[in-house]
């Protein structure tokens, strides 16, 4: 049985553990690799950049009060983050970068400003 080519699926000549028919099909092979890979970080970071932008504007003095519903119409996406802390006591503030937001209760979140 002849190997096939993992690009074009022409057959392969040479060695035994030889992936592909010639330079140009292992380039295309894994600039496709690439780009499926490249697609899905783009795509967080966007998320990203969106949850950081809204969490900027609505808090302009470092530290408020909002409701939760506020951030969801503006497009927030509470899956999406940067990392989190937590405090001695024990609290956890999630960030999205320099900015993050505490969940006081259903209703009601605290933004604050790293």
Same mark, same amino acid.
């Given at each position: 049985m002849k190997k !096939?080519?993992?690009?074009?699926?022409?057959?392969?000549?040479?060695?035994?553990?030889? %992936?592909? =028919?010639d330079d140009q099909c292992r $380039?295309?092979?894994?600039?496709?690799?690439?780009?499926?890979?490249?697609?899905? !970080?783009?795509q967080i970071n966007l998320i990203l950049k969106k949850n950081y932008?809204?969490? %900027?504007? =609505?808090?302009?003095?470092?530290? $408020?009060?909002?409701?939760?519903?506020?951030?969801?119409?503006?497009?927030?996406?509470?899956?999406?983050?940067?990392?989190l802390y937590t405090t001695q006591k024990g609290t956890s503030y999630i960030f999205c970068y320099d900015f993050g937001y505490l969940l006081l209760d259903r209703e009601n979140v605290l933004l604050v400003k790293k």
């Open positions: !096939l080519c993992l690009d074009c699926q022409t057959p392969v000549v040479g060695r035994s553990d030889k %992936k592909f =028919c $380039t295309n092979y894994n600039n496709r690799l690439k780009a499926t890979d490249d697609s899905l !970080l783009k932008q809204i969490l %900027k504007n =609505c808090n302009p003095d470092g530290k $408020t009060k909002v409701k939760r519903e506020l951030l969801l119409q503006k497009g927030f996406d509470f899956n999406y983050h940067t990392h």
